[in-house]
């Protein structure tokens, strides 16, 4: 089993073409709906009394909720807008509301989970909540520019507690002080990250794993219409596909980077999570084989 803890969120996105309102969002939701593609995945979060019931039953197809809570207050916002390429997003307004109060419980039969998955989030919430864990294989995080401006020494602390880090690239830079993605990467794995993985939007990724250098470019894709939880989506197929293996060898680890691509490039198609909640399990491996296509010469 995998447990996702993070963000439950109602997002505001503005594009050029289309305002949504209140839609169902967050880190967390991305990537635990993007995760049970492959595997049993369990999801931690907290919403507050305002949560549409319809959204609650959207998530309880596809994840275990008994670690997901509600709480008196309202759910946490985001408020984002994206410029006319949609590769610039700015926030307009984060509004944590429950989030910031919320002391996470790990449900007894989470605690077996062997993969944990950290979404952005508090990082300190982060750091005490995988101490709960009985006997975790393989965990993971992610962190955005709101922790790193806020919290960043707790980020680093955070990094030190997981195998992997999932960040994109202008986070990497901001968070490490670098410039050059190799450079950043190194001092996240002098911090105590065994791999790193620096997304690059519509430029696919880099994994790094010691001197090993894996760079996977995005699916091509002509349409893109909403780009919010790419990255969720990306961080979620990943580690889902991991649980779903006897073995987190360096083979695997490419492999579930590429389904992360994947995954991304499903969420990117449609507007919210419409991306995702309207796939199959079938039409995700012949992407990946047009992907295999693509990349081979």
């Given at each position: 089993m995998l447990t996702v803890f993070g963000s439950t969120a109602l997002d505001t996105i503005r594009t050029p073409t289309r305002v949504l309102k209140d839609v169902l969002g967050g880190a967390a939701t991305f990537a635990g709906i993007s995760?049970?593609?492959?595997?049993?995945?369990?999801?931690?979060?907290?919403?507050?009394?305002?949560?549409p019931k319809k959204y609650r039953n959207l998530l309880s197809r596809y994840l275990d909720l008994s670690g997901f809570v509600t709480q008196k207050g309202k759910t946490f916002r985001y408020d984002g807008s994206y410029d006319d390429t949609l590769s610039k997003r700015t926030t307009n307004k984060t509004e944590l509301n429950v989030l910031g109060q919320?002391?996470?419980?790990?449900?007894?039969?989470y605690r077996k989970s062997e993969f944990v998955y950290l979404a952005n989030n508090d990082p300190d919430q982060n750091s005490s909540l995988i101490k709960e864990f009985d006997n975790v294989r393989f965990s993971?995080?992610?962190?955005?520019e709101y922790w790193i401006a806020t919290k960043r020494a707790s980020v680093i602390k955070m990094i030190k507690t997981v195998d992997a880090v999932v960040i994109n690239d202008e986070e990497a830079k901001l968070l490490t002080?670098?410039?050059?993605?190799?450079?950043?990467?190194?001092?996240m794995m002098s911090w105590g990250a065994k791999y790193v993985i620096?997304?690059?939007?519509?430029?696919?990724?880099l994994l790094f794993v010691e001197d090993i250098i894996f760079p996977s470019v995005a699916f091509s894709l002509e349409d893109i219409v909403d780009p919010t939880g790419a990255g969720d989506s990306f961080a979620g197929a990943m580690i889902g596909y991991l649980a779903n293996k006897r073995k987190t060898s360096l083979s695997e680890i490419k492999k579930a980077v590429i389904y992360g691509n994947v995954l991304g490039s499903f969420a990117v198609e449609k507007w919210g999570l419409d991306g995702l909640t309207k796939i199959t399990k079938k039409q995700i491996e012949k992407r990946v084989k047009q992907y295999q296509n693509m990349v081979e010469f």
């Open positions: 995760a049970s593609f492959f595997v049993d995945t369990g999801l931690i979060a907290v919403v507050g009394t305002d949560f919320f002391k996470p419980i790990v449900p007894e039969k993971m995080c992610d962190t955005i002080k670098e410039h050059n993605l190799i450079k950043c990467a190194k001092k620096i997304k690059k939007g519509e430029h696919g990724s």
